[in-house]
């Protein structure tokens, strides 16, 4: 049966428009069609992808070509159902997915529908993001949450849920040392989700003080601060990032570990983590940087170290739920800064400041 109704006939959208010009536009509100549900969306975490669009406006290949509405960690309301959607109802709270992908090649027919060159994926050009009141999308990639989890939770699935493929992809397993770099929301969510794998130790590194006291009281065993030591000059960065390493091991006591994730993207930690890892375990590149980066290869090979890439999730949505539901993570204590939707520039600009003390901002929308 299908439902098309909304509860208002405003559909305020926050748009791009180009580098550094973002504004409000009032939309047309979406139709369900065939397959498809509209939200109204109501929580929304701002992502560091959403700034560097407004800042740069791209992002690797992919290059903003005009208008685009931002955001892509949702949840909200279904106020429409196309025709054929059965396993939702008007009315439900629902976690959106945000990627939708093709359903057909290779990479979809073998459950790896991340990799799936087609993609449509929310704020990633040419596709629109979810900061507005309705949001139209596929049916079955929208989640309903249970009671206990709330829409603000359902919103943060997105991050916890590269977590999660991480650590599918670093096959963490019960009694692993974990090393992450990076004390962010994804380092944050990386490391919880190792833990909930089984990982006897996590340890966490960042050059922030309070992100790490933040991170000891969270989920790490131990953390370690960096930034204190510098380059010697005429040293390269693969130099440094080992006797970086070597200091850590030898100095503050790490043992070497048998899955290291790197959620910065910064090149020393990337190297680092080839330094840290045992012999024949995995390094797991979280974090983007530089799409060009220097690695020890002799050290690679010759220690068998798997190092391997991530490209967002696929698969995790119904496991970050059951986590959620079941208490093996907390999302909640994450959002640290609440901005409602008519704010949102301010929200961005937050975020685009790196505020002492903030993890992670979210946007209500409870107006819509």
């Known amino acids: 049966m299908t439902s098309q109704q909304q509860q208002n006939n405003s559909n305020l959208s926050f748009v791009l428009q180009q580098i550094e010009q973002i504004s409000f536009e009032d939309r047309a509100i979406p139709m369900a069609g065939p397959g498809q549900v509209v939200v109204n969306i109501k929580a929304t975490g701002i992502c560091g992808s959403d700034v560097h669009y407004w800042t740069h406006g791209r992002i690797g290949h992919f290059v903003c070509q005009g208008p685009m509405v931002l955001g892509h960690e949702s949840a909200g309301i279904i106020t429409a159902i196309g025709p054929g959607v059965t396993s939702l109802r008007v009315g439900d709270r629902v976690a959106l997915e945000p990627g939708v992908p093709c359903r057909t090649c290779a990479m979809c027919k073998t459950g790896k529908y991340n990799l799936c060159p087609d993609m449509a994926f929310a704020a990633t050009p040419p596709y629109d993001g979810t900061l507005c009141n309705y949001y139209k999308h596929a049916a079955d990639y929208c989640y309903r949450l249970p009671d206990s989890v709330s829409l603000e939770e359902g919103a943060l699935i997105e991050p916890l849920s590269v977590g999660i493929h991480a650590c599918r992809r670093g096959e963490v397993k019960l009694g692993d040392r974990v090393f992450v770099f990076g004390a962010g929301p994804v380092g944050l969510l990386t490391a919880a989700a190792a833990k909930a794998a089984g990982a006897s130790h996590v340890t966490i590194a960042d050059i922030s003080a309070s992100r790490l006291a933040f991170a000891k009281e969270y989920v790490a065993d131990r953390v370690v601060q960096l930034g204190s030591n510098k380059k010697s000059e005429n040293e390269d960065n693969n130099a440094f990032a080992m006797r970086e390493a070597e200091r850590l091991v030898k100095n503050e006591d790490i043992v070497m570990c048998d899955v290291v994730f790197d959620c910065t993207g910064v090149e020393s930690c990337v190297q680092m983590s080839i330094y840290l890892v045992k012999n024949n375990g995995k390094v797991v590149l979280v974090g983007m940087g530089a799409s060009v980066q220097a690695l020890s290869v002799a050290d690679i090979s010759a ?66």
Do not use: W
């Open 303 to 368: 220690r068998e170290v798997d190092v391997r890439g991530v490209m967002r999730y696929c698969n995790t949505y119904p496991t970050a739920i059951e986590m959620l539901a079941s208490g093996k993570v907390d999302l909640k204590r994450l959002i640290t800064h609440r901005y409602d939707f008519k704010n949102a520039l301010s929200a961005f600009q937050h975020v685009r400041e790196g505020r002492e003390g903030t993890i992670k901002v979210v946007i209500t929308n409870d107006d819509a």
